[in-house]
C-alpha cells in the first residue's frame, strides 16, 4: 500500500475516533443530568436513564449527518472525491418522496448538474414501472438552451443521434411526438450535408399506409412544399406520380384560387385560371 493510501485511511480513521467521541461525550452530559435530577430525592428508573441517553444519542447522530459519510457494506461515499464501486452496484432508493436524487449545479455558464458515461451498455436508462403514467425522463428548461441536446461526434457515423422505438404492435402513439403551443413547428428536421431535412419510410412492400401524413381541421394546406430555387414538389411512382381523389360534388366550387385543380364526382378534371372568379375555371378533361 502506497503512502498516499495511507494516509487516507490515517484520515478516516482520525474522523472516526472524532464521532465516536462527540457522540460519548453526549452520553456522558445525558448521564450527568439523569444523576443531578436524582440527587434532588427523587427516584429516576433506569429505563427513563437509557431513554435520556438515547435521547441525547439522536441528537448526536443528527448534528453529525451533514459531516459524516454515508457508509454502505463495501465502505463509504465519499463527496468530492472519485468513488470506484468495481463491478458492484450503488443503490439509493425511497417510497414516498417525489424524488430519490436531486443534484444541482450552480454554475452560471457551463456546469453540468449530471454527467453520465458508458463504455458499453447505456449511459442511462429511464425507467417507469407499472400501470402508471409517469415520464421515463422529465426536462424542464426555464434559460435558453435546449430541452434536449444530443451530438454525435465525427467519426461516431454509426447509429442514430436520437432513436426512439414504439414496440407496442397495437399502440396508437407515436414514437416522438412534438407539440407546440407558439408559431413554430411540433417537429423541425434541417439537413445541413446531402441528407434530407425530414424522410418518411415504409420498408414493408405489404404495407399499404402512406410514409407521410399531413392532417388539418383548419382551411390551410394539410403539406406545404416551398423552394426558393427548386420545385415546390417532386414526385415519381409507379402506378402513378400524383393521384387526386375526386370530390363527392358534381361540379367544380363556385369560386377557387389561381392554380387549383379540382376534380369533381364524375371524374372532370378542372383548372381554375382566374382567382375569385365564377367563370375562372377552365375543364381540362
Known sequence: MDVA?????????????????????????????????????????????????????????????????????????????????GTLLTRLGSSTYKWTLELTNADPSTGRALVATSNGGNAVDAVVQGNSFGNGVNVRVYGLGHGVWVEKPSGAYQGHAVLAYQKDPTSLYAAIAGVTSGAGPGLHGRGEGSGSGVWGEINDSSKTQAAIIGTTEGTGPAIEGRSVLGRGGVFQGNKAQLRLIASAATTKPAKGSRGDLFVDSTGRLWYCKTGGSTTGWKQLA
Open 5 to 85: 493510501a495511507l494516509e487516507t485511511r490515517l484520515t478516516r480513521m482520525e474522523q472516526r475516533i472524532a464521532e465516536l467521541e462527540r457522540e460519548n461525550q453526549s452520553l456522558r452530559a445525558a448521564a450527568s443530568e439523569s444523576r443531578d435530577g436524582a440527587k434532588q430525592g427523587e427516584s429516576l428508573p433506569r429505563r427513563d436513564v437509557l431513554k435520556g441517553a438515547a435521547y441525547a444519542l439522536g441528537a448526536a447522530s443528527l448534528s453529525l449527518m451533514g459531516t459524516q459519510r454515508a457508509e454502505a457494506a463495501t465502505g463509504y461515499m465519499q463527496y468530492g472525491a472519485t468513488n470506484d464501486a
